[in-house]
């Protein structure tokens, strides 16, 4: 499989000029690992006005696939067939998109680490927006990001709060019983499962 693109018309949200933009319908992140850096670095997805040079983030719907995740950026509910394994994903925007690439690359699974990020708020005592950035240092401590009063924060947690995740996951079958085929794991998806 090889990755796909098209040329899209866009329309500069500051100065209004018309132009076109590289718009990538399918990634294959195991035979182009630079499109695998530019997904993970956000950079797929950012397109710079060639009039005033206005930058911004466009979401736009595409399919990212390496070896161990298939993931589409899409805003309706797809059924597809053959996701052996890989784990299907569907998201949103590119953010989260962004996000599952990383998680997935880093060896992590996005299971445990939304009931990670569950436990995470809980020990904060803030209803905040954790993103999953990188793993750090000789402990691998997971590195959090989110925004606060108009800055994003980081927040190292201990790698021991994903195995402690991964064990309650792996205790509990009917956590995974329903991720067949293209499924949203998010923040909504795990409080299903601590209401």
């Not at 399919?63 to 993931?71: M, N, V």
């Not at 880093?106 to 009931?115: I, R, T, Y």
């Amino acid at each position: 499989m090889s990755s796909l693109k098209t040329i899209t018309q866009q329309r500069c949200s500051r100065c209004g000029t018309a132009y076109e933009a590289t718009a990538w319908r399918l990634v294959d992140g195991v035979s182009d690992p630079a499109l695998k850096d530019a997904v993970k670095n956000g950079a797929l997805f950012v397109r710079e006005c060639p009039s005033c040079g206005h930058r911004e983030l466009l979401s736009y719907p595409m399919i990212y696939k390496d070896e161990r995740l298939l993931c589409c950026l899409s805003d309706r509910r797809l059924d597809v067939e053959g996701l052996d394994g890989v784990q299907g994903r569907i998201v949103p925007d590119a953010g989260s998109l962004i996000e599952k690439v990383k998680i997935f690359d880093a060896g992590l699974d996005d299971v445990p680490m939304e009931f990670c990020k569950f436990v995470t708020r809980q020990e904060l005592g803030k209803d905040v927006e954790l993103k999953f950035l990188r793993l750090d240092g000789a402990d691998h401590d997971i590195v959090f990001t989110y925004p606060e009063k108009g800055e994003m924060q980081m927040l190292a947690v201990g790698f021991n709060v994903y195995e402690d995740c991964c064990a309650i996951v792996g205790r509990n079958p009917s956590i995974t019983a329903g991720l067949q085929g293209l499924v949203k794991v998010d923040r909504e998806w795990v409080e299903q499962f601590l209401g």
